[in-house]
């Protein structure tokens, strides 16, 4: 495996929440590494086995693996990592996670050229309208890396590998190959960066996570008209609950309006009036 600057070089970046963790359900655990959320799926008081979804901040997987091993026991088993996307915080503890369980890992197969050493990500955007973060996202890395023996495509037909009861949606515009995960029974939906719930290019929002649905982030958006209709796309399927990779979890009124809203008022709200990726409004 191959490791590059998105998985073994610290971001001091951080939050008030740092290492905070939430049972959402049962079933669905959130935990903050830094400034990013990663997900386990699966129920405790009915088994050991879990799902990973997204891997953190860079040199944080002994704090994922120590996590779910309080939530799981010492004996949990790890049985897949699932990617929303592969960009340097989501992807930070992957390969130290996979050496020590090395588990099949899914994505969208336009993801996949960046998990399995073929590309790089386009260079963040200092220059996009935003606050303290977007001017530092020139520091962040965006290498690929190369995990071709683990990585995986997710079905074409929406199937999570198992996970039978959740769907997954191409939701691009952040990244090319950039997925949300839905679960029908109660309308839970694991956003990704799709939208957040915190400003993200904003230093004082990020560190205290003040509460606010909101466009993806911007200084690595690099397609503003697929993110728009991601938006829409994910507000059409009348979520419940959004757990986003970004910010605490949102449910009830306070989803349906911020969404409603974010959806109808995206160019307005979430795209910058300026910056390289920007075409126009």
């Not at 704090?63 to 949990?76: N, S």
């Not at 890992?105 to 309208?129: F, N, R, S, W």
């Not at 799709?194 to 690595?220: C, E, I, M, N, W």
């Not at 008022?265 to 390289?276: I, N, S, T, Y």
């Amino acid at each position: 495996m191959e490791r590059s600057s998105s998985t073994d070089r610290f971001q001091p970046l951080t939050s008030t929440k740092s290492k905070d963790g939430i049972e959402i359900t049962p079933d669905v655990y959130g935990f903050t590494t830094q400034i990013v959320n990663v997900y386990m799926i699966g129920n405790p008081a009915k088994s050991k086995d879990w799902i990973l979804v997204d891997a953190g901040m860079p040199l944080r997987a002994n704090t994922i693996l120590e996590k779910a091993a309080e939530r799981f026991g010492d004996d949990h088993r790890l049985k897949a990592i699932l990617l929303t996307h592969g960009h340097f915080d989501h992807i930070g503890g992957l390969i130290d996670i996979l050496e020590k369980h090395p588990v099949p890992v899914y994505a969208h197969p336009e993801e996949l050229p960046y998990i399995t050493g073929q590309k790089d990500y386009p260079q963040a955007d200092p220059t996009v309208e935003g606050g303290m973060l977007a001017k530092l996202s020139i520091e962040f890395p965006v290498k690929g890396i190369d995990i071709s023996e683990h990585a995986n495509p997710l079905p074409a037909d929406g199937a999570v590998p198992g996970l039978p009861e959740w769907n997954w949606y191409h939701t691009p515009g952040h990244s090319d190959g950039h997925i949300s995960f839905f679960r029908e029974r109660d309308r839970f939906l694991i956003v990704g960066d799709a939208f957040l719930t915190v400003k993200q290019d904003s230093l004082f929002d990020v560190l205290f996570q003040r509460k606010k649905v909101s466009g993806p982030p911007v200084y690595l958006t690099t397609d503003w008209t697929a993110a728009k209709n991601s938006v829409q796309q994910l507000r059409a399927l009348e979520p419940s609950i959004a757990a986003p990779g970004h910010g605490k979890p949102v449910i009830g009124s306070d989803l349906a309006e911020g969404l409603t809203k974010l959806s109808a008022r995206f160019d307005e709200v979430a795209r910058p009036d300026h910056g390289k990726y920007i075409k126009g409004k």
